[in-house]
Each structure stands twice: as C-alpha cells, then as structure tokens.
C-alpha cells in the first residue's frame, strides 16, 4: 500500500461546471502524476509534480489544471467539464529510495460529465 | 463496472498452465520497464520491473524477459490462479526523464478458466 487517497471515488455532474479530483498521499514523496484511462486508449498522462508548487504538463493537459500547495496534495481541476473529459482518473506516485523509482497508483476516481 | 477497454486483447489460460503476456515498446532509448496488473474498479497494482541492462528478472510466479533487439518484453505467470484474471499493461520510461514518466501499453486481458 503506496498510502495514496483519492476522492472523490465517483462524481457526476454537468457539462461546464467545475470539477475538483484530490489526490492525498501519507509517505512525503515528491513527484506525483494525474492519468485519465479510456477504453482504447490505455493510461494518459494529464499532468504532473515535481515539488510544492512545480507542475508541469504531460500528453493530455487541455482543459485541466492543476496545483500543489503541500507536499501530500496533488489537485486535479477541470475549470468547465465537457463530456469529453468522462474518465477514469488516477493518481499517482512515483516511490523514492527503492532505486528504480517505480510509480504506484489509487484506486481512482470515476467521473461522469452529463 | 469495467472501464479499461472494450477491445483489448485477450488471453485465456487453464488455470494452472502458464501465461505468456506479450509487450511491444516503443522507443529503443527506453532504460526501464514495468509490468502493471489491474482489477476491475481498481487502480494499477506494480507487478516486477526491469532495466534495461538485464534481459530476464523473477519474482514470486513471475518472470520478466527484455529483448532490447526487437523492443519486445513478456511477462510471464506461473501456474496461473483465478486470481490472476485481470488486465496486464506494460510501461516503459524514457533514458534522461527526470520526472520520471511513464508510457503505457494499450493492454492485455488474462482470463483464467477454471
């Protein structure tokens, strides 16, 4: 157990209002990573962290934003949702001092924009 | 329900019989690999990983084989258990990233008949 929090776990709601996805993790590690999954499509980086207040974009960032006040959060907003941006959202972390620094993930949260 | 693709490839074992899980990656600069297994409605659960200086690694049930001449990777499971049902993804990372991304495969279904 990687101690990664999303939620929340299901929301619906509609098209051009604001959403919010929170991503809490309990270990202090530093980078951290958004992924929408899709049917076809596999994982798709929306954005990532390397640090409080350092963000950067990954394949899919349009229409997302994303910010990192502490070091345990990671938020996810889409400013306007559209019904393109139904998805599965993950989160992610990617676990230092084990070498290879692999990336383990919540369990996501399922997000239905009418 | 099940949100992790409509039309991925699949591969039905016995239980008990082997899995030979099959990965094409794509960039040959790529140093490290990952095998991912997910259960539906959860979130990417790290399996065994890879460098790229290695061209096989075991786990408990699992081994990981690299050929860097064809970019190919397989996983595979042995004596495959009902439990082992799921999709597989593999990821690769890139040499230099320093954040650390992944890139992910489209996916493969392992069922496993009892």
Same mark, same amino acid.
């Given at each position: 157990?990687?101690?990664?929090?999303?939620?929340?776990?299901?929301?619906?709601?509609?098209?051009?209002?604001?959403?919010? $996805?929170?991503?809490?993790?309990?270990?202090?590690?530093?980078?951290?990573?958004?992924?929408?999954?899709?049917? %076809?499509? %596999? #994982?798709?980086?929306?954005?990532?962290?390397?640090?409080?207040?350092?963000?950067?974009?990954?394949?899919?960032?349009?229409?997302?934003?994303?910010?990192?006040?502490?070091?345990?959060? &990671?938020? $996810?907003? $889409?400013?306007?949702?559209?019904?393109?941006?139904?998805?599965?959202?993950?989160?992610?972390?990617?676990?230092?001092?084990?070498?290879?620094?692999?990336?383990?993930?919540?369990? %996501?949260?399922? #997000?239905?924009?009418? | 329900?099940?949100?992790?693709?409509?039309?991925?490839?699949? $591969?039905?074992?016995?239980?008990?019989?082997?899995?030979?899980?099959?990965?094409? !990656?794509?960039?040959?600069?790529?140093?490290?690999?990952?095998?991912?297994?997910?259960?539906?409605?959860?979130?990417?659960? &790290?399996?065994?990983?890879?460098?790229?200086?290695?061209?096989?690694?075991?786990?408990?049930?699992?081994?990981?084989?690299?050929?860097?001449?064809?970019?190919? #990777?397989?996983?595979?499971?042995?004596?495959?258990?009902?439990?082992?049902?799921?999709? !597989?993804?593999?990821?690769?990372?890139?040499?230099?990233?320093?954040?650390?991304?992944?890139?992910?495969?489209?996916?493969?279904?392992?069922?496993?008949?009892?």
């Amino acid at each position: 157990d990687a101690g990664i929090t999303q939620s929340p776990r299901h929301k619906v709601t509609e098209t051009g209002t604001p959403v919010t $996805l929170r991503c809490h993790q309990t270990e202090n590690h530093r980078y951290m990573y958004w992924y929408r999954q899709d049917p %076809g499509h %596999g #994982l798709r980086l929306i954005h990532y962290s390397y640090g409080v207040k350092d963000t950067d974009k990954g394949e899919v960032s349009d229409g997302y934003s994303v910010s990192r006040s502490k070091t345990e959060d &990671f938020l $996810l907003t $889409l400013e306007s949702a559209t019904s393109s941006q139904t998805s599965v959202y993950f989160c992610a972390i990617s676990v230092e001092g084990s070498g290879n620094q692999p990336q383990h993930f919540g369990d %996501g949260t399922r #997000l239905s924009i009418l | 329900g099940e949100s992790v693709g409509l039309h991925l490839p699949t $591969l039905s074992v016995q239980e008990g019989d082997n899995s030979i899980i099959n990965c094409a !990656y794509s960039n040959s600069a790529s140093d490290y690999f990952i095998w991912y297994k997910q259960e539906s409605g959860k979130g990417p659960q &790290f399996i065994i990983d890879i460098r790229s200086n290695m061209d096989k690694r075991q786990g408990q049930r699992v081994t990981v084989l690299l050929n860097k001449t064809v970019k190919h #990777l397989s996983l595979q499971i042995a004596a495959t258990q009902p439990g082992d049902s799921a999709v !597989y993804f593999c990821a690769e990372r890139r040499v230099g990233d320093s954040s650390y991304k992944l890139i992910f495969g489209s996916g493969t279904r392992l069922l496993v008949r009892p």
